[in-house]
């Protein structure tokens, strides 16, 4: 098949988004199919070349500088490309200038668009416009959703929590939950060690890691005060808050207010291949608050790493960890979830017994078995278009 996806952001931007699509892309081409992305243009030395990438041009955004807008004069010009070549499927996963051109390309040609739900956006509208009032957010919302299902042939939503989200939304689109799961190769060895010695952590002090985008929705605030009421019993505390976003300085300024300046690592973004798995590892307990999740893909992936993970349970995370033996379940109250903490940082056996379980845990989540589902669903639309 050949495969067209769009997206309002790949790579070099480091996000859920990102790492679902070309976890999408790599197993699709395992699976000899012939795979298409376009991405903004970010200006940075894009490593591309694993797939056939279409740059398009762009611009900044003022409330979110990390990110890229497709410039609307570009959509016209790649349509006008795009639209000459055969597909057999276009699958969207972004509702902003890559859904619009999903749209002007299903209308010019038989291929089925199919969209990935990947945004929960109210909360998200809620931390980012956060001197509008409520209500209206929720609307718009709400409206904008409704009026982008209607457009694509069918929903991908990556679990239950997000699918009946949408239905009280009124959405009737046809949808299918599948998760994108990780390539567990990917995420085996490690040094821990070798990251400790790197970020100045003794061997021997007790460290919590988190990986994350640092935006406002993540909830990140809120491990801090885990961090700060864990000293109490363990005074050589570390806490390594791996990730880049506009909230970064807002939370280094919150944990010298706290105290946290002596105990806080913010190493930016990581290599997926080589520091990010050191990063998990360095970590006795990995730490997770988001309300926001649809996936919560780094809670697989720590699991992979045998890594204890301690977390909220909501939308997307509620999934991954509703039958985990690899990790706690913590409601978001900071005694409660520091205690939760407290009792894996002083059991090295209870420690060990998880890490196990949370390898095969994450067996679960394994993406070659969920792409299987995704093939299926391309081969029956495209089917159902030429029929």
């Avoid at 740059?55 to 639209?83: K, Q, S, T, V």
Wanted: hydrophobic share 45%; glycine share 6%; with cysteine.
């Amino acid at each position: 098949m050949n495969v067209l996806m769009l997206s309002d952001v790949y790579f070099p931007r480091v996000n859920g988004v990102s790492t679902s699509i070309r976890t999408f892309a790599r197993e699709l081409q395992r699976l000899g199919h012939a795979i298409t992305i376009v991405a903004p243009a970010y200006g940075d030395a894009e490593q591309d070349g694993e797939f056939e990438i279409l740059r398009l041009p762009a611009h900044g955004i003022f409330f979110d500088p990390e990110d890229r807008l497709i410039r609307a004069a570009a959509l016209h010009r790649a349509a006008d490309e795009l639209a000459r070549r055969r597909w057999d499927v276009i699958h969207v996963h972004t509702p902003f200038r890559a859904h619009r051109l999903g749209v002007m390309l299903r209308r010019r040609g038989t291929a089925p668009l199919v969209e990935t739900y990947h945004t929960y956006f109210e909360p998200y509208a809620r931390h980012y416009f956060p001197w509008l009032p409520a209500a209206p957010l929720r609307f718009v919302a709400r409206s904008l959703s409704r009026r982008l299902c209607r457009e694509v042939d069918h929903l991908i939503v990556p679990t239950r929590q997000m699918q009946e989200v949408l239905e009280r939304y009124g959405i009737a689109t046809p949808t299918t939950i599948i998760p994108t799961g990780i390539d567990l190769d990917e995420f085996r060895g490690g040094d821990g060690a070798r990251f400790r010695r790197m970020h100045g952590i003794d061997a021997g002090r007790p460290t919590l890691v988190t990986v994350s985008r640092l935006a406002a929705e993540k909830n990140i605030g809120f491990l801090l005060e885990v961090a700060r009421a864990l000293l109490e019993e363990f005074p050589d505390l570390a806490f390594v808050v791996a990730g880049e976003g506009p909230d970064a300085e807002r939370l280094q300024a919150k944990g010298r207010a706290l105290g946290l300046e002596n105990h806080l690592r913010f190493p930016g973004n990581l290599d997926r291949r080589t520091a990010l798995l050191d990063c998990y590892r360095a970590g006795e307990v990995f730490v997770f608050a988001s309300p926001t999740e649809t996936q919560g893909l780094v809670l697989i992936e720590a699991m992979a790493l045998g890594v204890p993970v301690v977390s909220t349970a909501v939308m997307g995370t509620e999934t991954v960890l509703r039958q985990a033996r690899g990790a706690r379940v913590s409601a978001e109250d900071v005694r409660a979830f520091a205690g939760h903490v407290a009792d894996l940082l002083r059991s090295p056996e209870l420690r060990t017994r998880m890490a196990e379980a949370g390898r095969q845990d994450a067996l679960a989540w394994s993406a070659p078995v969920l792409m299987r589902t995704t093939v299926e669903l391309y081969e029956r639309l495209a089917a159902s278009r030429r029929a």
